[in-house]
C-alpha cells in the first residue's frame, strides 16, 4: 500500500512537470487558458507538499518506527518540540521542508501578480516550478522520507544531541527561508531576459522579496552563531 505521503510527492512531481509545460506551451501558442492551468497546478503542488509534510510530522508524533527517517531521527523520549523540528533534523525532512518554503513562497507570488506582470508570469511560473521538480526528484528516487523498514523497531535512535537545541528549531528554518526567497528575483531576472524587458519593472517588483531573503539569511547566521 502507498503512503499518504508517498503519493503526494508523486502526484506533486507530475502536477509540477505539468505546470512547467503548460506555461511555456501557453506562451508559445499565446493560450491564456493554458497559463491559467499552470497557475493552478502550482497551487496544487502546494496543497500535495502541504499534506506531505503534514503527514511527516504526523508519522513523527506518533513515532510509526517502521518509517526509516521516524527511527532515525527521533524517540519516545524525544520531547514533543524537538520531535517537531526532527521534520528538517535529516536529510529527506529538510529536502522536503525546503520544499515547502518554496511552493508557499510560489503561490505568494502568483498570487500578488495575478493581475499585473503578466507577460513576465508564464516564465516566473515555469521557472520556480522547474526548481519545485528538482526537489520533487530528489524526494521520490534519491532520498525518499517515507521509506518503509522491514521490521519495527521497538526505539528510534533519537535526535543527534547536537540539534537538540532552541537555536537548531529557528536557525534552519531561517536560512531556508533566506535562501528560497532569493529563488524569486532570480526568477523574474530570468523572465525579464527571456523576454527583453530589462527595465525596472522586475527589479521593482522583487525589491521586497529581496529585502526579505537577506533579513531571513542574516537571521539565519546570527543563529547559526549563537548556536555554535
Given at each position: 500500500?502507498?503512503?499518504?505521503?508517498?503519493?503526494?510527492?508523486?502526484?506533486?512531481?507530475?502536477?509540477?512537470?505539468?505546470?512547467?509545460?503548460?506555461?511555456?506551451?501557453?506562451?508559445?501558442?499565446?493560450?491564456?487558458?493554458?497559463?491559467?492551468?499552470?497557475?493552478?497546478?502550482?497551487?496544487?503542488?502546494?496543497?500535495?507538499?502541504?499534506?506531505?509534510?503534514?503527514?511527516?510530522?504526523?508519522?513523527?508524533v506518533?513515532?510509526?518506527?517502521?518509517?526509516e527517517?521516524?527511527?532515525?531521527?527521533?524517540?519516545?523520549?524525544?520531547?514533543?518540540?524537538?520531535?517537531?523540528?526532527?521534520?528538517?533534523?535529516?536529510?529527506?525532512?529538510?529536502?522536503?521542508?525546503?520544499?515547502?518554503?518554496?511552493?508557499?513562497?510560489?503561490?505568494?507570488?502568483?498570487?500578488?501578480?495575478?493581475?499585473r506582470?503578466?507577460?513576465?508570469?508564464?516564465?516566473?511560473?515555469?521557472?520556480?516550478?522547474?526548481?519545485?521538480?528538482?526537489?520533487?526528484?530528489?524526494?521520490?528516487?534519491?532520498?525518499?522520507?517515507?521509506?518503509?523498514?522491514?521490521?519495527?523497531?521497538?526505539?528510534?535512535?533519537?535526535l543527534?544531541?547536537?540539534?537538540?537545541?532552541?537555536?537548531?528549531?529557528?536557525?534552519?528554518?531561517?536560512?531556508?527561508?533566506?535562501?528560497?526567497?532569493?529563488?524569486?528575483?532570480?526568477?523574474?531576472?530570468?523572465?525579464?531576459?527571456?523576454?527583453?524587458?530589462?527595465?525596472?519593472?522586475?527589479?521593482?517588483?522583487?525589491?521586497?522579496?529581496?529585502?526579505?531573503?537577506?533579513?531571513?539569511?542574516?537571521?539565519?547566521?546570527?543563529?547559526?552563531?549563537?548556536?555554535?
Amino acid at each position: 500500500m502507498i503512503d499518504i505521503g508517498s503519493l503526494a510527492l508523486a502526484l506533486g512531481l507530475v502536477v509540477a512537470a505539468y505546470a512547467v509545460v503548460m506555461s511555456l506551451a501557453g506562451v508559445l501558442w499565446r493560450r491564456r487558458d493554458l497559463i491559467a492551468s499552470a497557475e493552478h497546478a502550482a497551487y496544487a503542488v502546494w496543497g500535495l507538499t502541504v499534506i506531505a509534510v503534514a503527514y511527516l510530522l504526523q508519522l513523527l508524533v506518533t513515532h510509526d518506527f517502521n518509517v526509516e527517517y521516524v527511527a532515525a531521527y527521533s524517540s519516545t523520549t524525544l520531547p514533543l518540540n524537538y520531535t517537531i523540528t526532527a521534520l528538517w533534523g535529516g536529510q529527506q525532512g529538510s529536502l522536503l521542508f525546503w520544499l515547502l518554503i518554496l511552493t508557499s513562497i510560489t503561490s505568494v507570488v502568483l498570487l500578488q501578480n495575478r493581475e499585473r506582470n503578466r507577460d513576465l508570469m508564464p516564465y516566473v511560473t515555469a521557472i520556480l516550478m522547474i526548481v519545485s521538480v528538482f526537489f520533487l526528484l530528489m524526494l521520490n528516487f534519491i532520498t525518499p522520507p517515507f521509506q518503509r523498514l522491514a521490521f519495527t523497531p521497538a526505539e528510534g535512535r533519537d535526535l543527534n544531541p547536537l540539534l537538540q537545541n532552541y537555536w537548531m528549531q529557528i536557525h534552519p528554518p531561517s536560512l531556508y527561508l533566506g535562501y528560497v526567497g532569493c529563488a524569486v528575483p532570480f526568477a523574474f531576472a530570468m523572465a525579464a531576459l527571456i523576454t527583453g524587458k530589462l527595465g525596472d519593472i522586475w527589479i521593482r517588483t522583487t525589491r521586497r522579496w529581496t529585502q526579505f531573503a537577506w533579513f531571513f539569511l542574516t537571521l539565519g547566521n546570527l543563529f547559526g552563531a549563537e548556536w555554535a
